[in-house]
């Protein structure tokens, strides 16, 4: 009986410890993945994905058309 309630104690400990430590290594290899595509790009070793484009020019979002207005009509102190 003892046996098994520190068995379980250790265990719960472990399981915490884990569950602490999870989001800390996800973004370490994150980070490891990143830095591995950065080198590639370096040495130009990327492949080239296709992209699809279209010869038809594209409108400004809103935003852009938004913030080009308020550009403009900034007043200027003299």
């Not at 104690?9 to 399981?15: E, F, K």
């Not at 080239?48 to 938004?66: F, G, I, L, R």
Request: proline letters at 4%.
């Amino acid at each position: 009986m003892e046996t098994t309630r520190v068995f379980l104690n250790t265990l719960g400990v472990l399981g915490v410890f884990v569950l602490l430590a999870l989001p800390s290594l996800v973004g370490h290899l994150h980070d490891r993945r990143v830095d591995r595509q950065l080198r590639a790009a370096e040495r130009g070793a990327l492949p080239k994905k296709d992209q699809n484009s279209s010869s038809k020019e594209t409108e400004p979002s809103t935003a852009t058309w938004y913030a080009d207005g308020l550009r403009s009509k900034k007043l200027v102190n003299s």
